[in-house]
């Protein structure tokens, strides 16, 4: 019996992980010692500062994974459609741009860019369900990778967003004065930007496990489709 071939596994998950976590306590570090301000190199909130620079970096990747995947479309009966990796590419490439240069706070409209992204988030789904449906089918373990991704990513970037606006600035002051609110805030902050970070991270680490067998799946199609 022919010993098994030795599984090759991915350092680059962990070693991100590890420098996203790295990031965001040396950022409460920061905060916690300057009362209330953050480094200018490792502010989350900052304009390209070295968070924003990675974040960039991995919604870069994530938007342009799906695009090449489009352009060296070749097999349609394989998942997914190349409608749908033009958009999920495009939506991504934008979030890049936005936290590049940050558009959300140059154009004064937070709020609005969230709604935005949270439309977006429902409208993929409903328009290419089919796509997901059968993706969901294919590739369970992968498809529920980005679907942990993605609910950390929003659990981080609009949960604890809203927790801060709702309930900490309208409830804080009244219950605690000023106590230990930037403290507080700094570990709420960097709970939030860890949860963008990691959850973007779990997405590309899906997206690339679907493009490795979106390939080989249509390396096995093709011979039989000549």
Known sequence: MPAKAPVKKSLWLPLVIGLEITLVTLY????????GEPSSLLDVNGFRTLPSWL?????????????????????????????????????????????LFKLNILFDQHQLWKSIYLSLAVIIPVLFHRDLLRLSRLQPKTMRLIGIGIFIFLAGGFGLELFRRHIQEPYWYQLFGRWKFHQVDAIRTAFEEFGEMLGETL??????????????????????SL
Do not use: C
């Open 28 to 35: 409460a570090i920061t905060v916690l010692i300057n009362a």
């Open 55 to 99: 974040q960039t970096t991995q919604l870069f990747l994530l938007g342009a994974l799906p695009l090449w995947l489009a352009i060296t479309y070749r097999q349609p009966k394989v998942p997914p459609s190349r409608n749908l990796l033009v958009v999920v590419g495009l939506f991504f490439l934008f979030a890049s741009l936005d936290e």
């Open 203 to 224: 997405i590309l680490k899906g997206m690339i496990t679907l493009a490795h067998w979106r390939r080989a799946q249509a390396e096995d199609v093709e011979p039989h």
